[in-house]
């Protein structure tokens, strides 16, 4: 709190925008307040928000401080701020599971790869085998680029079942993402009903936003992926879970690496 304190009045007010992590009541709330008012109701939610309110620190502010700083630092974007995964960072901080496309890991717990599964399940039949046979085009092209071993490869069959179309599409996204373009998703087994959110960027570590939605693919599932796409799955979750905190971190180191999330 000392070093947001020490910043100058632009990023401080960077670091103290509760826009990043509030529901969408408290952010209708704080429209038209200014001044001594704004002051109280940002005093009001983060007393809300104290996880031991007979100390000093409130340590959910403290967390948001951290996840600030890191989505600044790992996460830049051309607007001087963070992209589309600092958005996600900063309200439901790590995730438990990160894929890319330059480093494929399929879910590696029992929790990731059950939400996986609810996931793939949520969807109708119709686009899970879309999917599926995109995931295998990726996969093959990821193979050949070095980033997965060609035993890793992806082979879909019609009526294979559960089992096979959930390992047929393991280490990538549910969401569709153009060929040739670079993507990343986030998967958190504990936020809702669970949360896959898909990335992707033009550029090599580029910023990332969300993929565009499907359109025109003669596969009868635009609907499908308007209804999944990325933010309007985040708006709804939004609505149901603004944000997380998990208490359990013994430390808050000052940077992060993306080594330092683990599946």
Request: no cysteine; net charge negative; aromatic share 10%.
């Amino acid at each position: 709190r000392e070093y947001v304190t020490g910043l100058d009045a632009h990023t401080r007010s960077i670091y103290e925008n509760i826009l990043t992590i509030s529901n969408p009541e408290e952010t209708s709330d704080l429209t038209g307040l200014d001044g001594a008012a704004r002051t109280d109701y940002v005093k009001r939610f983060w007393q809300k928000r104290d996880p031991t309110p007979v100390t000093d620190e409130n340590e959910r502010r403290v967390e948001h401080y951290f996840r600030v700083h890191n989505a600044l630092e790992l996460y830049p974007s051309d607007t001087g701020l963070w992209d589309r995964r600092g958005d996600i960072y900063l309200r439901y901080g790590d995730p438990a599971h990160i894929s890319r496309w330059n480093n494929i890991r399929v879910e590696g717990t029992t929790t990731t790869l059950a939400a996986k599964d609810r996931l793939l399940q949520s969807l109708p039949m119709a686009a899970q085998q879309e999917i599926a046979e995109a995931i295998g085009d990726a996969a093959h092209e990821a193979s050949l680029g070095g980033y997965l071993p060609r035993s890793g490869q992806r082979g879909f069959t019609p009526g294979g079942g559960r089992e096979q179309m959930l390992d047929a599409v393991v280490g990538f996204p549910l969401y569709p993402v153009p060929r040739g373009q670079f993507w990343e998703y986030w998967l958190y087994p504990d936020v809702a009903a669970g949360l896959e959110v898909t990335f992707m960027t033009s550029v090599p570590d580029g910023p990332m936003d969300y993929p565009p939605p499907p359109e025109g693919r003669g596969r009868g599932n635009d609907a499908v992926w308007e209804a999944q796409h990325p933010e309007k799955i985040l708006a709804e979750t939004i609505a149901v879970e603004s944000e997380v905190y998990r208490s359990e971190r013994p430390t808050i180191a000052v940077t992060l690496d993306h080594a330092d999330f683990r599946g």
